[in-house]
């Protein structure tokens, strides 16, 4: 069983949804990361919590640490919204270890 | 900000050859992190750096991968020999220290034939 389980693997809605992905994961960590890799390959940090809850234009992040659970939701989802987010943990040190990512398809 | 900066971005190469892959990470981050992405392993990390001092190289998948720090403003991947499942793409990102953001650059795609 991998460290940190995303779901799900694949997900396409319409223009204007409220999406929800999720990130479980079995150790105990010290922060977890949310990133997002467009299609051309570049990745980018979108948040990095260790509690509660963080927002960012139309992205919220969101955590519980007793169960070891975090969100990521976007509000009114479009078409550039499109592409794969992976969620990431770190446990004490800096190494991440990341799960196998969210392929988000947004159809106009 | 330039961000963090690989070369080349893109490389093709024989079996057996020896590779180097490059990184400037962003001014004034102190911690370098070297990961690998394939389609069936997803993201990995090979190897961090703090201060140019490697502190976990865990990742390096086996001696035929090093990687070297000599300064705070470059990083060098080696694979020699290379071998056609080192294909992949190699991610290099760069961080201020501790439990913080980081920053990724624009990757290299390796082609091992």
């Known amino acids: 069983k991998n460290e940190v389980e995303q779901s799900p693997q694949n997900l396409t809605a319409q223009e204007g949804e409220f999406i929800t992905i999720n990130c479980s994961y079995s150790v105990g960590i010290s922060a977890l990361h949310w990133l997002q890799q467009h299609p051309g390959g570049g990745i980018v940090s979108l948040f990095m919590l260790s509690s509660g809850k963080k927002k960012h234009g139309r992205l919220i992040a969101t955590i519980n640490i007793q169960e070891k659970h975090s969100s990521l939701h976007i509000t009114a989802s479009h078409p550039r919204d499109s592409a794969v987010y992976i969620c990431?943990?770190?446990?004490?040190?800096?190494?991440?270890?990341f799960g196998q990512g969210t392929r988000l398809t947004i159809n106009p | 900000d330039a961000g963090v900066i690989q070369s080349p971005r893109h490389e093709v190469t024989e079996m057996g050859q020896e590779v180097t892959l490059r990184c400037k990470p962003i001014?004034?981050?102190?911690?370098l992190f070297w990961y690998r992405q394939t389609m069936m392993r997803g993201l990995e990390l090979l190897i961090y750096f703090n201060n140019n001092v490697p502190i976990d190289d865990s990742g390096m998948p086996e001696d035929r991968f090093s990687a070297k720090m000599p300064n705070a403003s470059f990083s060098t991947l080696k694979i020699q020999p290379s071998e056609p499942r080192d294909s992949a793409v190699y991610f290099c990102a760069s961080s201020l220290g501790g439990q913080v953001e980081q920053f990724f650059g624009p990757g290299t795609r390796l082609t091992v034939l």
């Open positions: 001014s004034g981050h102190n911690s």
């Open positions: 990431a943990v770190s446990a004490g040190a800096q190494k991440l270890v």
